[in-house]
């Protein structure tokens, strides 16, 4: 059985940093891309970040490109986002969801989530 | 980027049928894959490839995709339909998932 457990979250001042992880189990971590998707409170689903399999190629959404990165240990089986110059509008629950790949595009697990607040 | 357009809200009253769509240009050469979101759980998809269905995942939902619109239908509308339902798509220039901006069901 697939689980995603991320963790990591908490409350944080404006423009300091969090790291988020995600233990993925149940399937093989490393064959396939994953991805950190948030939803801000009372809104709706925003793509974030994306990593593949090997970890050599990685997006971004331009909301946080240059200030969030993310990664993997496939060692570890395990999924970051280590994300900096946090803002009040990164509030969110963040979740980790896959695996995709060139033909399963869907993100069929995703994890309960873990939440982030940033506020003065 | 590619921007997937979902109503807002639909209502229906149980035992009809729902249709929520996601219009993009030219969305019928993509794969749509649709996701039911209840409050405070994780999202769940119940379409597929546009009309495929995970295991577990009754009958009742379906899905479609053609020209500028994909639709997901679901017949039979039960209480227990009531989510926010997103529709995503695979953008293949920048390699990521885009979604929607879901649409809220509600049954009357």
């Known amino acids: 059985q697939v689980h995603l457990v991320e963790s990591g979250g908490g409350v944080v001042q404006p423009g300091t940093s969090l790291r988020l992880s995600c233990a993925a189990a149940g399937f093989t971590f490393s064959s396939y891309g994953m991805h950190w998707v948030r939803q801000a409170p009372g809104k709706g689903l925003e793509w974030v970040a994306t990593i593949s399999s090997d970890g050599n190629k990685k997006y971004y959404a331009d909301s946080v490109r240059g200030r969030f990165t993310i990664s993997r240990d496939n060692s570890k089986n395990t999924l970051y986002l280590q994300m900096n110059s946090l803002r009040a509008e990164d509030t969110a629950l963040y979740y980790c969801a896959g695996p995709t790949t060139v033909i399963t595009t869907y993100l069929k697990y995703w994890g309960q989530g873990t939440l982030v607040t940033v506020s003065s | 980027s590619y921007v997937l357009t979902q109503p807002p809200s639909v209502s229906v009253a149980p035992g009809q049928t729902a249709r929520i769509t996601c219009g993009a240009n030219n969305i019928g050469s993509k ?41 997901l239908t679901i017949s039979r509308v039960e209480a227990g339909d009531e989510a926010d339902y997103y529709c995503q798509v695979w953008d293949s220039t920048s390699d990521h998932p885009v979604f929607g901006g879901g649409t809220k069901l509600t049954v009357l």
Request: net charge negative; proline share 10%.
């Open chain 2, 31 to 71: 794969s749509v894959h649709w996701y039911q979101q209840k409050p405070g759980q994780a999202p769940v998809v119940v379409v597929y490839d546009d009309n495929d269905r995970p295991s577990g995942i009754p009958e009742r939902f379906s899905g479609s995709n053609s020209g500028n619109t994909a639709t």
